[in-house]
């Protein structure tokens, strides 16, 4: 009898166990009770000290405090940014790899060439952390003041204006063709490497506009070289509040941001994204934060992940739209 009756308890405990296996399983909540309990590794597409580098550090620096672990700044640039989104992708989905992602990398990338992973399908998308506008700059010898006049002059000059990008299928590239379909113009575009040599011509006058990002452009719009008309966010910069949208002026579907995010490898558990979302959001809130953000021309994201998700796929379709009716290529 006792031996039969240790067998039974054996055999219930061990029912036990493999109920205790399934609920855990099927409960994702449980997965994330622990986490995170060792370092978490966050990839960067681009080498360091840019936008993404200074955005990622900013934010990392608050991340690590509320989640209570390292965060390992792992850049990997190269492919425009699709090296860095291939090993985030095939990562393991533990939550212990994230990847900073772009507007300029993500949401451009798989319509002007073919990339080893899709953006929707193989990642969960965790939060926004911010949007940076693009400031429309012209040489002070155009006689315009507003995008209105220069919409008017492109009008009246058709194929005679040129605008300056920092290279074929980059962001002020894209938006250049955005505006000319938007705006019903044909400004020609003109291809740099890099938006130095772009800001550099639009100075000395060799090309009329460029679409720069806010932090080259303003301190030559300040000093009288430039002369900034407008910004391409759906609301006016912190860094230069005076300066209308592109929107203000009429073209009011026109909104161009070079965003920032936060995604894993598709499968990661719910409640680890939930709570990834929740510390970013917290991070976000914070005052230090924004005044940082805000001195980079910066507007904080944050958000639920499913509308970092809509935001994305928008993104996807809107310049997959332009790529394909401007015909762009690499």
Same mark, same amino acid.
């Given at each position: 009898?006792?031996?039969?009756?240790?067998?039974?308890?054996?055999?219930? #405990?061990?029912?036990?166990?493999?109920?205790?296996?399934?609920?855990?399983?099927?409960?994702?909540?449980?997965?994330?009770?622990? /986490?995170?309990?060792?370092?978490?590794?966050?990839?960067?597409?681009?080498?360091?000290?840019?936008?993404?580098?200074?955005?990622?550090? *900013?934010?990392?620096?608050?991340?690590? $405090?509320?989640?209570?672990?390292?965060?390992? +700044?792992?850049?990997?640039?190269?492919?425009?940014?699709?090296?860095?989104?291939?090993?985030? #992708?095939?990562?393991?989905?533990?939550?212990?790899?994230?990847?900073?992602?772009?507007?300029?990398?993500?949401?451009?990338?798989?319509?002007?060439?073919?990339?080893? /992973?899709?953006?929707?399908?193989?990642?969960? +998308?965790?939060?926004?952390?911010?949007?940076?506008?693009?400031?429309?700059?012209?040489?002070?010898?155009?006689?315009?003041?507003?995008?209105?006049?220069?919409?008017?002059?492109?009008?009246?000059?058709?194929?005679?204006?040129? /605008?300056?990008?920092?290279?074929?299928?980059?962001?002020?590239?894209?938006?250049?063709? *955005?505006?000319?379909?938007?705006?019903?113009?044909?400004?020609?575009?003109?291809? /740099?490497?890099?938006?130095?040599?772009?800001?550099?011509?639009?100075?000395?006058?060799?090309?009329?506009?460029?679409?720069?990002?806010?932090?080259?452009?303003?301190?030559?719009?300040?000093?009288?070289?430039?002369?900034?008309?407008?910004?391409?966010?759906?609301?006016?910069?912190?860094?230069?509040?005076?300066?209308?949208?592109?929107?203000?002026?009429?073209?009011?579907?026109?909104?161009?941001?070079?965003?920032?995010?936060?995604?894993?490898?598709?499968?990661?558990?719910?409640?680890?994204?939930?709570?990834?979302?929740?510390?970013?959001?917290?991070?976000?809130?914070?005052?230090?934060?924004?005044?940082?953000?805000?001195?980079?021309?910066?507007?904080?994201?944050?958000?639920?992940?499913? $509308?970092?998700?809509?935001?994305?796929?928008?993104?996807? $379709?809107?310049?997959?739209?332009?790529?394909? $009716?401007?015909?762009?290529?690499?």
């Amino acid at each position: 009898m006792i031996h039969k009756r240790s067998g039974a308890a054996l055999m219930a #405990a061990l029912a036990l166990s493999c109920i205790g296996d399934i609920t855990h399983a099927q409960n994702p909540s449980d997965s994330g009770k622990a /986490y995170p309990n060792r370092p978490i590794r966050m990839i960067d597409p681009f080498p360091p000290g840019g936008g993404t580098w200074v955005i990622g550090r *900013l934010i990392e620096e608050k991340l690590m $405090e509320d989640l209570g672990q390292p965060i390992v +700044h792992d850049n990997r640039g190269g492919a425009g940014g699709a090296i860095a989104s291939e090993l985030a #992708a095939r990562a393991p989905a533990d939550g212990y790899t994230l990847a900073l992602v772009t507007a300029s990398t993500f949401a451009v990338n798989p319509s002007l060439s073919k990339v080893p /992973y899709d953006p929707v399908r193989d990642f969960v +998308h965790i939060g926004q952390l911010g949007a940076i506008p693009l400031l429309l700059v012209i040489h002070p010898s155009l006689p315009v003041r507003t995008v209105k006049d220069l919409i008017a002059m492109a009008k009246a000059q058709k194929g005679a204006m040129n /605008y300056a990008s920092a290279g074929s299928g980059t962001l002020s590239h894209l938006t250049g063709e *955005l505006f000319n379909a938007t705006a019903g113009v044909s400004i020609t575009h003109v291809p /740099y490497k890099g938006g130095g040599p772009a800001l550099t011509d639009v100075t000395g006058n060799q090309v009329q506009l460029f679409f720069s990002n806010v932090l080259s452009g303003l301190p030559l719009s300040i000093s009288g070289r430039l002369r900034a008309i407008a910004v391409t966010g759906a609301k006016r910069t912190q860094a230069a509040p005076d300066i209308p949208t592109v929107a203000e002026s009429g073209l009011f579907s026109f909104t161009v941001t070079n965003w920032y995010g936060v995604v894993a490898p598709a499968g990661t558990s719910p409640a680890i994204v939930t709570k990834l979302n929740q510390a970013i959001n917290r991070t976000l809130a914070a005052p230090d934060v924004r005044q940082r953000l805000a001195a980079l021309g910066a507007e904080p994201g944050g958000g639920s992940p499913e $509308e970092f998700s809509f935001h994305v796929k928008a993104e996807l $379709e809107k310049w997959r739209r332009v790529i394909k $009716e401007a015909d762009i290529r690499r």
